[in-house]
């Protein structure tokens, strides 16, 4: 049973530039959260994907907008990249009916922005 | 979601058992109580949740104070492969809440 995955493992873009991130839900899950982990801290809730439709969103600027795909994958898609958005982004699914909403998480796409 | 205080760091030796306190005093009654861990540049790994009753799974014990406002996760033999901040995260069961993740604890377990 294949957890979540994630691509690219590691990613390097200028300021300006657009970058998309992808993720493959556990099998099974069928929503899709993403967050943003800066060095030294916590990860930070960016929006959750429901039945390709973004349910939650938490405080990032318009420049990030994602995708669900009917197979349940999540693209996170950041424009305009600025050099604070170099991070580790983490993808979690989930299942609501299953462990009360247990969200696992993948390995994660590290972003630098040069 | 309440809020949860838990020490900066901690340290434990090889083969004993880790005792990671978390206080979330704030707690309601429609909350979960979830653990994970990250180690090192990695996602965070799920390790247990409850509500009221203690838990044990194959990872770890998860007790739980019966006013609910502290638990402790323990690791009942801790291994170097066991250091890693724990994140204590106190969450309303709605249906895709998100998950709000504090500073935790970092806990260095030493041969």
């Known amino acids: 049973d294949a957890g979540v995955t994630q691509s690219p493992t590691h990613l390097i873009k200028t300021r300006g530039q657009q970058v998309t991130l992808r993720c493959s839900p556990k099998?099974?899950?069928?929503?899709v959260s993403w967050y943003q982990q800066a060095l030294g801290q916590g990860p930070q809730f960016i929006f959750q994907?429901?039945?390709?439709?973004?349910?939650q969103r938490g405080n990032f600027p318009d420049r990030f907008s994602g995708h669900q795909f009917p197979n349940y994958s999540s693209e996170l898609n950041v424009n305009a990249l600025l050099l604070g958005d170099s991070a580790l982004y983490l993808c979690?699914?989930?299942?609501?009916?299953?462990?009360?909403?247990?969200?696992?998480f993948g390995p994660g796409t590290r972003l630098t922005v040069l | 979601d309440a809020k949860t205080t838990q020490p900066t760091s901690m340290d434990c030796a090889e083969g004993r058992a880790a005792n990671l306190p978390c206080n979330h005093s704030t707690i309601s009654g429609n909350e979960y109580v979830y653990w994970y861990r990250q180690i090192h540049s990695q996602g965070p790994q799920y390790i247990i949740h409850g509500l009221k009753n203690n838990e044990t799974n194959e990872m770890a014990s998860l007790i739980i104070t019966e006013d609910r406002k502290s638990s402790t996760l323990i690791l009942p033999h801790a291994t170097l492969r066991d250091t890693a901040v724990y994140y204590c995260i106190v969450r309303v069961m709605e249906y895709g809440n998100k998950l709000v993740f504090g500073a935790g604890t970092i806990l260095r377990v030493k041969s």
């Open positions: 994907y429901y039945e390709e439709e973004e349910r």
């Open positions: 099998s099974g899950h069928d929503t």
């Open positions: 979690a699914s989930s299942f609501p009916l299953q462990e009360q909403d247990t969200q696992y």
